[in-house]
């Protein structure tokens, strides 16, 4: 133990690390949430009210578990720490022969510790009870996501847990107006079911990184609004099936799905003065007279709003951008009246990101990703390879499930 670990160990107060009880702990839960606001950017914060119990965000992963944090004191028990965390099977991005290679992750994401016992060593214990579970799952690798700007998260991850920095994607986000976003001409778009989209990302994203193996669950879950297939490019084309696709696919295309996030959590934008709560709604009061001008409307964001995700964007071919723009406009098109805004995670040399419409005020243009790899002796023992995904240099794309927004 090094001095610094004993002098936390010294102020730490005595908590108990164990499972979230949907019986007793949701009041607790609710108020360290509470404390926590995320994301404050110009005197405003983007606040999220989960629906439901707090297990919601990720009861649909195929494995899951929440862990608190309680102080023990017979007088002033409370929950004072949370943390979430899901295991799932997932493409690493390394090829096998004739088939591509599956890795087994542990994600940790909704790390929390009230304001009044930080800088206590809990965040840390519960990140470590939590990799011990993950372990137990069978877990390769685990990672966790942050803005590259929380300083705190970073020091307690890369600093203190072992993780490396490992890819920053960015965060492309689109308000949705009461007008329609115009696709481009040249494109032809076409809505699949689920089974056929479910072909045809395994037979064309199997070996993109995060790809997830329980990819038939996604698109068959409630909250999953569809996969659209964006053609260019091909003058007169008439969709002859996924068969058909698979045979001969044109030169040029696109796929993603939508995935309704306000199923399990609203946001909301707090802080906002006055004069920026009027001219939003001013904006959207002339668009909704005159949807005819196309007015870049700004949608309630300050009352508790809805978002939807599009996830498994790909694409092959020279006009492959203007295809994944097409299928964009297309799920926002189609989330108006049920969503305020549309986002989308693309990998930073992903070539389809340059044609997505997203507003710069709205996205993050470099969140970041951390992982390590786990395991004895630092996270290398136990492991048949000496390949270390954590270490591995980033691919042109990503596959972000919607499950972990």
Request: net charge positive.
């Amino acid at each position: 133990m090094t001095m610094r670990d004993e002098e936390e160990e010294a102020r730490r107060p005595a908590v108990v690390i164990r499972e979230y009880n949907p019986k007793t702990d949701r009041d607790g839960t609710d108020a360290v949430d509470r404390e926590c606001e995320v994301g404050p950017a110009g005197g405003m914060s983007l606040h999220a009210d989960l629906l439901g119990d707090p297990v919601a965000r990720i009861r649909h992963s195929p494995h899951y578990l929440m862990l608190v944090a309680e102080t023990s004191g017979p007088a002033d028990a409370r929950i004072v720490g949370l943390v979430r965390g899901t295991v799932k099977s997932v493409a690493s991005g390394k090829s096998r022969p004739g088939a591509p290679a599956f890795a087994k992750v542990g994600y940790i994401l909704g790390l929390r510790v009230a304001p009044s016992h930080r800088r206590m060593g809990i965040a840390l214990q519960l990140v470590r009870q939590l990799e011990q579970w993950f372990e137990l799952m069978g877990a390769e690798y685990a990672y966790m996501a942050t803005d590259k700007s929380n300083e705190a998260s970073l020091r307690l991850f890369t600093g203190r847990c072992g993780y490396s920095k490992f890819r920053t994607p960015s965060l492309l986000v689109h308000p949705v107006h009461l007008h329609r976003l115009k696709p481009p001409r040249r494109a032809t778009v076409v809505r699949l079911g689920a089974r056929d989209a479910e072909r045809l990302y395994r037979s064309r994203c199997a070996h993109v990184e995060f790809f997830p193996a329980d990819i038939g669950d996604v698109l068959d879950n409630t909250l999953s609004h569809g996969t659209f297939l964006a053609i260019v490019g091909e003058d007169g084309y008439e969709w002859g099936g996924v068969d058909r696709f698979l045979a001969t696919p044109p030169a040029s295309w696109a796929v993603a799905s939508a995935w309704d996030c306000g199923g399990v959590f609203r946001l909301e934008v707090r802080g906002a003065s006055r004069l920026r709560r009027g001219a939003a709604a001013a904006t959207r009061a002339l668009d909704r007279v005159a949807k005819w001008l196309r007015v870049p409307s700004v949608p309630d964001f300050f009352r508790p709003f809805a978002g939807w995700f599009v996830y498994g964007l790909a694409g092959t071919g020279r006009d492959a951008a203007v295809a994944a723009e097409a299928v964009f406009a297309s799920i926002v098109n189609l989330a108006r009246g049920r969503a305020a805004a549309v986002a989308v995670e693309v990998a930073a040399m992903d070539p389809l990101r340059g044609r997505i419409p997203h507003w710069r005020r709205l996205s993050c243009t470099e969140d970041l990703w951390c992982m390590k790899r786990l395991g004895a002796a630092g996270g290398g023992g136990g492991h048949a390879d000496t390949w270390d995904w954590a270490r591995s240099a980033p691919g042109r794309s990503i596959f972000v499930d919607p499950r972990e927004v």
